[in-house]
């Protein structure tokens, strides 16, 4: 082997990891929302686009990528390379999507948690001109003829759906579910009418909370100070049901940990703007803006809750 050989093969250990460095970000970052577009996952994607771009000096592509509960678009971010220019955006139809539907093309650890970003009690709405102005006017209504009233949610095995098969256990009732693609198309259908009641965040609601829905109830276990005038649904005869909404952004397992750090902390610096955080307060979504590793521990108790709900109903995907 001749001398200028063995001094290439003696730099090569040395130079290897400054090649694998790349810089980042490297391009268009990607953030998929896997609802459509006017949902909350969209909504709050569009609301940090803005703030991202500027912390990080590269554009923020919000890409929709709806199907199966959000397990599609997840799936693209899954497999996608685990370089820190893909990320989705989770809603906590991620926690049962497994359970549902054991064919998503992806598993639990291909994603890496990155942030829990907020929570928020969902809200059983209804169209301002039906007639109920209360929980109570929904149950006696349900009692009186089962299997009539419907509710409209963001798709099979949705917090809502789940929420609301607990309801029906709690209370006696049997109600009509219909399954929407998102919050936006289910929102729109509810304000019309096309549904007696609607469950949702208010994010997911598009909105129509105090314009064309009026909230009956709020899942959470007690009154949000948020949105302290709507009761809950212990409040309004519903024992031992609540629920809370949730959001976090998720990366391929294997971003490298610098990586991971700095698109936490430039998603944390934006959630503290004004015009980030009082928007999202305002519609009664309250901030967390937690470390990975605390969001990693919050999905695996969330899915221990309510896979348990998927189970025990039997419920499917198809």
Known sequence: MTLSRRLLLAALPLATPALAQRPWPDGPIRLVA????????????????????????VPIVVENKPGASGALGTASVARAAPDGQSFVLVFDTHVVNPALNPQLGFEAKDLRGVMLVATAPMLVATANAKPYSSLADVLAAARAKPETLSYGTIGIGSLAHLTMERLQDATGTKLIHVPYRGGGPMSAAASAGEV??????VVGLGGQVGTTLRALAQTGETRSPLR??????????????????????????????????????????????????????????????????????????????????VRDKNISAH
């Open 228 to 309: 302290p005038d709507i009761p809950t649904l212990i409040e309004g005869g519903v024992a031992g049901v609540s629920a809370k909404a949730f959001w976090g952004f998720m990366a391929p397992a294997g971003i490298p940990a610098p990586v991971l750090q700095r698109f936490q902390a430039a998603l944390a610096e934006a959630l503290r703007q004004p015009a980030v955080r009082q928007p999202l307060e305002g519609q009664g979504v309250e901030v967390i803006g937690s470390s990975p590793e605390e969001f990693d521990r919050f999905l695996a108790a969330q899915a221990a809750i309510w896979t348990g709900v």
């Open 34 to 57: 896997p609802f459509p577009p006017g949902g909350s996952a969209d909504l709050l994607c569009r609301l940090l686009q803005n703030p991202l771009q500027a912390a990080l000096g």
């Open 196 to 201: 007696d009641l609607a469950v949702a965040s």
